[in-house]
């Protein structure tokens, strides 16, 4: 099936860094977004990836290994809005636009 | 932010009544989408649009039907609202027509209860 695997709950602490993965299946891969959802809220787009490598963008990069159908979603000097639910969706050929959704990364940032 | 409106914003019904949500942008995109959120599901496409009249279904159709008769305006129907219809509803719009994923614009979400 077209699984996608994300940690349901991480805590960190203001000023740290942390690291959010995301595995999912290879076969068919055709590019991975990582969207922000902040509870009551709608999800908002942070990244998309289709190739190897880190994108960085502010305090947020997100890397992506096609071969290993891993990606990463690296958050820094983490403050306390960036409570929320991380989701990474994953687009396979083939699925006609459909993204497909992992369950989402419940991060705490604490004081 | 794109600009995406969902109305109602919330809503309470009885079991075996209709119900329609919409879903309107102002961005002339030519992709829609309708997706629910449930606790330990994620968010699942329910029915999406590539065009005006243009729908297909996705992953949790059943119990759902859609139209979209303007490019602007994307209907969801709960042809008779049942409790496990209860949820968040999002809408989402994209607008590129190439090879490829392009990004998907959430709209700020309808809370349905059904009791």
């Known amino acids: 099936g077209q699984n996608i695997d994300q940690p349901t709950e991480m805590t960190a602490t203001e000023g740290a860094i942390v690291q959010i993965n995301c595995t999912y299946q290879?076969?068919?891969?055709?590019?991975l977004f990582w969207y922000q959802q902040h509870a009551g809220e709608a999800p908002t787009f942070l990244s998309y990836?289709?190739l190897d490598g880190l994108e960085e963008k502010g305090r947020f990069s997100s890397f992506l290994s096609r071969s290993k159908g891993y990606s990463y979603l690296l958050l820094k000097e983490l403050q306390m809005k960036d409570s929320a639910s991380y989701l990474c969706?994953?687009?396979?050929?083939?699925?006609?636009?459909?993204?497909?959704w992992g369950l989402g990364t419940s991060l705490a940032v604490n004081p | 932010d794109a600009g995406i409106t969902q109305s109602p914003r919330h809503k309470v019904t009885e079991t075996g009544t209709p119900v329609t949500l919409r879903c309107h942008q102002t961005?002339?995109?030519?992709?829609m989408y309708w997706y629910r959120q449930d606790p330990g599901h994620g968010l699942r496409l329910i029915h999406y649009?590539?065009?005006?009249?243009?729908?297909d279904k996705g992953e949790v159709s059943d119990g759902y039907s859609v139209s979209r008769s303007k490019t602007e305006d994307f209907l969801l129907t709960l042809e008779s609202a049942t409790s496990s219809q209860t949820s968040v509803y999002f809408c989402?719009?994209?607008?590129?027509?190439?090879?490829?994923?392009?990004?998907?614009?959430f709209g700020p979400g309808t809370r349905l209860t059904v009791l």
């Open positions: 989402a719009i994209s607008e590129s027509p190439g090879v490829g994923a392009d990004t998907q614009y």
């Open positions: 961005e002339n995109h030519r992709y």
């Open positions: 649009s590539y065009g005006v009249k243009d729908t």
């Open positions: 290879t076969s068919g891969f055709n590019g």
């Open positions: 990836n289709v």
């Open positions: 969706a994953v687009y396979w050929a083939g699925n006609n636009r459909k993204l497909i």
